[in-house]
């Protein structure tokens, strides 16, 4: 007799780490664009910058070409305390592959 083990598919079934809370505007606030330096990176990230810029036109947003780029550096402590230090509000990282 076989055994099988079905798995939920639905998500996860307990949150270990939740997320920072939302912004209530993103008017006034400093926004970096992170980027891990994949999937066309160089043509979404100037898009969404734009938007940004066109939507939201009393924030700050910082290209990710002035922040670390690429997976080896993202993900670094120094660039956490980067973001600390610099007082950002917000940050998009990646983007969907």
Do not use: C
């Amino acid at each position: 007799m076989e055994v099988l083990e079905v798995f939920d598919p639905s998500g996860l079934t307990e949150v270990t780490e939740l997320h920072a809370p939302r912004l209530e505007t993103l008017e006034g606030k400093k926004i970096g664009l992170l980027s891990d330096d994949m999937w066309q990176a160089h043509r979404t990230f100037p898009l969404i910058e734009k938007l940004l810029r066109d939507r939201v036109p009393g924030a700050t947003v910082i290209p990710y070409t002035e922040l670390p780029l690429g997976n080896s550096k993202i993900d670094r402590d120094e660039t956490a305390e980067l973001i600390a230090e610099e007082g950002f509000d917000a940050v998009i990282v990646g983007n969907a592959a």
